[in-house]
Each structure stands twice: as structure tokens, then as C-alpha cells.
């Protein structure tokens, strides 16, 4: 075991580490501290149901842009009964740079909804700049249902991948959004009497953010996909990836970005009756898909069975944490909610060989212990119960 772990600490070191943990006010939490020593790239959190191991990794992705592995609203992630705002602190060690990254709750906002952020203890403008420097990427046990549900679970996974690669993809993508319930709303008040001026206007804008957040999905696929055609055959098996979109079907066809945006404008001009009709706009990267193919079967995703698609899964977010080393030269901050439960040993074994060469830091959590039986001497343990993040032993 020893020397498995000098091998783990040899190990080229190219992602983000956390060297310390606080919550206060955070779910399950009134104060809780914990500092990992960084030994070992991966950091094991065991405890039973509902002792709080979720809410641990919850906190620590609240360190990236968004609302978090839960998408909770602000409110909600608060400590029941708490008398003061909610808030995460950590120290993070970015290729060898300590930084500093507070979060939380502003209760100086009318309905406390929303967050602040603050880096190095000067305040940031929003929490998009948490994507400058670094990522965080995760999964949990709801998304084992990504690949039957419908497209919006997809299409908020490939953002939050694309997200690693560009940091201006979630402004991108949120200022598509905004613009387009503002659309939405001035169909929705002035219908047809809407002045035309003022409605084009809004498209103009819109197809510009569409056209910037469907080229940087489109850029981001095709380098995830040589990544995933790279993998070596093993126990997760290669997947192909398609963009199913109207408006990145255009790009993917060869057609200029400021061609497209004038295609996009024409095509909401020509929607806007059935937009008011509907209450809603038809067309647009809000309706764009993931489609995921089980390379060695050649079947769809959704129809490969339970463990097929979690393989899957997993295949994605190695390949995408790969790629962003290769690209960027530094490996995302990994949470594994639950992971390793319903996986064979030989696969355990290789996810968590996988995680620790990344080069950077992997939390996991499980309820069973012996499921990281081959972490032994290898691993970071914490015990998390009762409120208490302590150092395991044994």
C-alpha cells in the first residue's frame, strides 16, 4: 500500500486541489471544517444515508458557476431555522497557486436570492468568473436517468462540459436566456401589436448569444468526440456524440456564424404567430439535444440497458476531464456522488484508476466502505456523522 500511494504522490500534479472546506449554514451543516492534506488525489467521504455526504459535495460545486449539482435556488440550500446566510469557503491549490473562494447567500437582496462571491477577499460580479481558472465537474445518482429523459437534462450536461472549455458559455447561454423571456413576455403582452422595431431588436441579440453558445457546443463535441475515438477498449465502453439542433445543424453544414444569425432572425420573424399563440418561442439552442451513441453496439444510449448507460456516462465525463488536461493543461475538480454502488469490481478498480491519473483532485462518496476496499492506504477517508466531517481511521 505504501507504495502505491508514493506512486499516486509521483503522479504529475495539473488540476485543482482543495487544502480547505467550511460551511456554515449549509443544509445539514451549522459549521463544519475539514482540510485534506492533498497526498492523494482522491478524497473518500463514508457515512450513512443522510448523514450529509451529498451536501459536502453540493458546497464544494458550488465553487463553479451555476446553481449547483442540485440546482437549488439560493434559499433553499440554507440550514433550516439558521438566523444567518448560508456560505462556502474553501482554499484551492491551482497548479501550485493557493486562491481563496468565498460563496453564499446575500441577505442584503430583497428576497435573499442572491449569490455572492468573493476571491482572494475582493468581491467578485458574479459567480461566471468561478469558470476563469478552474472547473468542476460532476455526477450523481439522479443523472443515472440522463440519457431517458428529455432533452433539457442533456442539454444542461453538454453546457456544463462546454463550460470547462469556454468560460464565457454559461454568460453566453444566460444572456440567451434572458433575452428570450424578454421576447417571450413582449409577445406574450403586446401580441401582434408588439412594435416591430423593438421586437427585432430583441432577435437581433438573441440570434447573436444563439450562434455563440451553439458554435462553442459544436467546437466542444467534435474535440470530445477524438477524445472518446482515443480510449483505449476497456470497461467503459466508446461513445459517439451528435448535436441534434437546428441552428448548430446549420454551423455543422458550413455556414458562416453572421449567415446564421441572419437565418436565426429570419426564422424567429416567421415564428413570432405561433410564438404568441404558444406563450413560448419554437425554435432555438434552448431546444437542442445530446444524442449518445454506444459506439460498440451501435445503439442509441437510451436503449442500452441500466449499467450500459452508467458506463456511458462515466466514459463522457473521463473523456471531457482528459480532454480539458490535454487543452488546458489542468484537470477539473471531480464529484462522484454514490459512483462506485452499483459498478463490478473490475470496474471500481478502473474508474478509480482512471480518476487518480487525471492529475487532479476526486472527491467520492458511499455508504459502504468496503466499496473502496482497493483505495486502502491509497486514499483520503473521511467519516461524515452527525454534523461532523472527521478524519477516518481503520
Known amino acids: 500500500m505504501a507504495d502505491a500511494m508514493r506512486q499516486w504522490e509521483d503522479m504529475p500534479r495539473r488540476g485543482v486541489f482543495v487544502r480547505a472546506l467550511t460551511l456554515t449554514n449549509f443544509r445539514s451543516y451549522t459549521r463544519a471544517s475539514l482540510s485534506p492534506s492533498g497526498d492523494a488525489p482522491l478524497v473518500v467521504l463514508t457515512g450513512e444515508n443522510g448523514a450529509g455526504k451529498t451536501n459536502v459535495l453540493e458546497a464544494l460545486s458550488y465553487l463553479a458557476p451555476g446553481r449547483g449539482l442540485r440546482r437549488a435556488t439560493i434559499g433553499e440550500v440554507a440550514k433550516q431555522g439558521a438566523t444567518s446566510p448560508w456560505a462556502v469557503a474553501a482554499t484551492l491549490d491551482v497548479l501550485g497557486e493557493d486562491i481563496r473562494v468565498g460563496t453564499g447567500q446575500d441577505m442584503g437582496a430583497s428576497d435573499g436570492s442572491k449569490r455572492l462571491v468573493r476571491l482572494d477577499g475582493e468581491s467578485a460580479p458574479n459567480s461566471n468568473v468561478l469558470g476563469d481558472r478552474w472547473s468542476v465537474t460532476w455526477l450523481t445518482p439522479q443523472m443515472d436517468r440522463l440519457f431517458i429523459e428529455g432533452p433539457s437534462s442533456r442539454r444542461r450536461f453538454l453546457d456544463r462540459l462546454v463550460l470547462g472549455l469556454y468560460a464565457d458559455h454559461s454568460r453566453q447561454v444566460g444572456a440567451y436566456e434572458r433575452v428570450m423571456r424578454e421576447r417571450n413576455r413582449l409577445l406574450s403582452d403586446k401580441g401582434r401589436r408588439a412594435d416591430p422595431a423593438w421586437l427585432s431588436a430583441i432577435e437581433a441579440r438573441m440570434a447573436e448569444h444563439a450562434v455563440a453558445v ?7 463535441a467534435g ?12 470497461p467503459f465502453p466508446k461513445a459517439e456524440l451528435a448535436i441534434d439542433g437546428w441552428l448548430e445543424g446549420l454551423l455543422a ?19 413570432r404567430g405561433r410564438d404568441i399563440a404558444a406563450g413560448r418561442t419554437h425554435e432555438g ?29 462515466i466514459a463522457l465525463v473521463l473523456a471531457n476531464a482528459k480532454l480539458q488536461s490535454a487543452i488546458r493543461g489542468q484537470a477539473p475538480l471531480m464529484l462522484m456522488d454514490e459512483i462506485v454502488a452499483h459498478l463490478d469490481g473490475e470496474r471500481r478498480a478502473a474508474l478509480f484508476e482512471a480518476l487518480a491519473a487525471l492529475g487532479g483532485q476526486c472527491w467520492l462518496t458511499g455508504t459502504d466502505r468496503s466499496l473502496f476496499a482497493a483505495l486502502e492506504g491509497r486514499a483520503e477517508f473521511f467519516d461524515v456523522c452527525g454534523g461532523l466531517i472527521q478524519p477516518a481511521h481503520g
Open 223 to 234: 474535440q470530445l468526440a477524438g477524445q472518446l475515438a482515443e480510449a483505449d477498449d476497456g
Open 214 to 220: 451553439a458554435n462553442a457546443r459544436l467546437d466542444f
Open 285 to 313: 439552442v434552448h431546444k437542442t439535444d445530446l444524442v449518445v451513441t454506444h459506439a460498440p453496439k451501435g445503439m442509441q444510449a437510451d436503449l442500452c440497458s441500466t449499467g450500459e448507460q452508467k458506463a456511458l456516462l
Open 253 to 271: 453544414d458550413g455556414m458562416a456564424a453572421v449567415e446564421a444569425e441572419s437565418a436565426y432572425r429570419e426564422r424567429l420573424m416567421a415564428e
